[in-house]
């Protein structure tokens, strides 16, 4: 995967609601630098931008005192960057090119290399390599292993084309679990009190994760054209690598969704043997399921409330259709290639074709005459999957329950 990044900018998320200024500037310049308001507050403000050396840079890391900024193109080094100044007091030689992750760890500083889909671990004094392991993605034609985070005992990478998030091992490579992503064109990651942070250029948001399932937490909408590397230091600002800094809007999700239904045989089991990873729907042909989510408030009066899948099979159509109740207890009964999530009085809301991606929104605009406050409403996605698994050329995305407000 390569990215044409013209500009790039930090956007540290202060945790104060008070923006905090990171000013200095590089003779020669390159890049920038930038600050904004805290994670989750209604608007963030107006940038600041301060020049950074590489032109175009790539994964972002935070060791507890310093940011470690690598190249995406160009000379191959990692810059040490003072958080408080944003002056450079340091440099390593990067053990290969198109940095496109960085992650710290005790006594270690783990850098990913995007083209050549190579995970190595640095000496964080010297920069001298102690241990190189795979990406899961290392074998593909085009490695797209994107960003890195270390979780206290793991490593996390992307798998862009998949969109995936994997946990790996440090020692092998090996793929521990994976949850899907919260959009296509996954970046950046970083870790941060239990949870990931997530940087997708294509929807230009920063997601709050669990780990566990994918379920997104929270969101940073509008976050720039290309956000890229992430790194969260001990006060909890966050750094963000983007393309094109401009005034960045940051939504917390704020609202209660309630997924359930998975094709993971957590509960009923696939139809076929075809289970997924947790918090989709069943496997289809492309070797995931689809995942559905809530964006926006489920509210009557404004009718805000967009639906998202991702996981569906390209070009394929996709119907949108809400229930009045959750199938046997919420666990799904076995349908097509996958589980009926959503039953009762059954309403369809629309049929689009999953874009390139696999993936397809409705709304805003999508609540029907007739629904009232208080009621729960049970939304699925059916799609069809002509090279299906089980061979009924059909599937089915997992539940996600909203209570509607007023």
């Avoid at 890391?61 to 340091?90: C, E, R, S």
């Avoid at 569906?312 to 046997?328: D, K, R």
């Avoid at 629309?350 to 709304?363: I, K, N, Y």
Wanted: include cysteine; charged fraction near 10%; charge should be negative.
């Amino acid at each position: 995967m390569t990215l044409a990044r013209t500009l790039v900018a930090l956007l540290a998320l202060a945790p104060a609601l008070s923006a905090q200024v990171i000013g200095g500037k590089y003779p020669g310049g390159g890049t920038t630098l930038a600050v904004l308001l805290p994670f989750g507050t209604p608007d963030c403000g107006t940038s600041l931008n301060v020049s950074v050396p590489p032109a175009q840079p790539g994964g972002l890391g935070m060791d507890g005192t310093h940011v470690w900024l690598g190249n995406f193109h160009g000379a191959q080094l990692l810059w040490k960057l003072d958080p408080q100044t944003g002056a450079v007091v340091g440099t390593l030689p990067a053990p290969d090119a198109h940095i496109g992750g960085i992650a710290c760890a005790p006594g270690a500083l783990w850098v990913a290399a995007e083209q050549s889909g190579m995970i190595y671990r640095l000496d964080p004094t010297t920069g001298a390599v102690q241990h190189v392991i795979p990406s899961p993605t290392a074998s593909d034609a085009d490695p797209d292993g994107a960003g890195l985070a270390w979780d206290g005992a793991a490593l996390w990478q992307a798998d862009y084309r998949r969109s995936l998030l994997m946990r790996l091992s440090p020692q092998t490579g090996q793929v521990l679990w994976s949850i899907p992503a919260p959009a296509h064109g996954v970046c950046g990651l970083s870790w941060v009190d239990g949870k990931l942070l997530v940087a997708c250029f294509a929807s230009r948001g920063i997601y709050q994760v669990d780990p566990t399932n994918g379920l997104i937490l929270g969101l940073c909408a509008n976050a720039g054209q290309f956000p890229w590397g992430l790194a969260v230091d001990p006060s909890g600002s966050t750094w963000v690598a983007d393309s094109n800094t401009g005034r960045v809007r940051l939504e917390p999700t704020g609202y209660d969704v309630s997924r359930y239904c998975f094709g993971d045989d957590t509960g009923t089991p696939c139809p076929c043997g075809n289970p997924s990873v947790s918090g989709a729907g069943c496997a289809n042909s492309t070797g995931v399921g689809a995942l559905l989510d809530a964006d926006g408030a489920p509210s009557l009066t404004s009718d805000a409330l967009v639906m998202r899948a991702r996981g569906l099979v390209p070009g394929e159509p996709a119907l949108l259709f809400a229930g009045a109740n959750a199938v046997n207890g919420g666990l799904g009964a076995q349908f097509g290639d996958g589980l009926r999530c959503a039953g009762g009085t059954v309403l369809r809301l629309g049929t689009l074709a999953a874009d390139a991606w696999g993936e397809a929104s409705w709304g805003p605009g999508l609540l029907p005459a007739g629904w009232a406050a208080g009621e729960t409403r049970y939304f699925q996605v059916r799609y069809r999957d002509p090279n299906g698994p089980c061979g009924s050329g059909f599937n089915g995305s997992n539940g996600c329950a909203q209570v509607l407000v007023p």
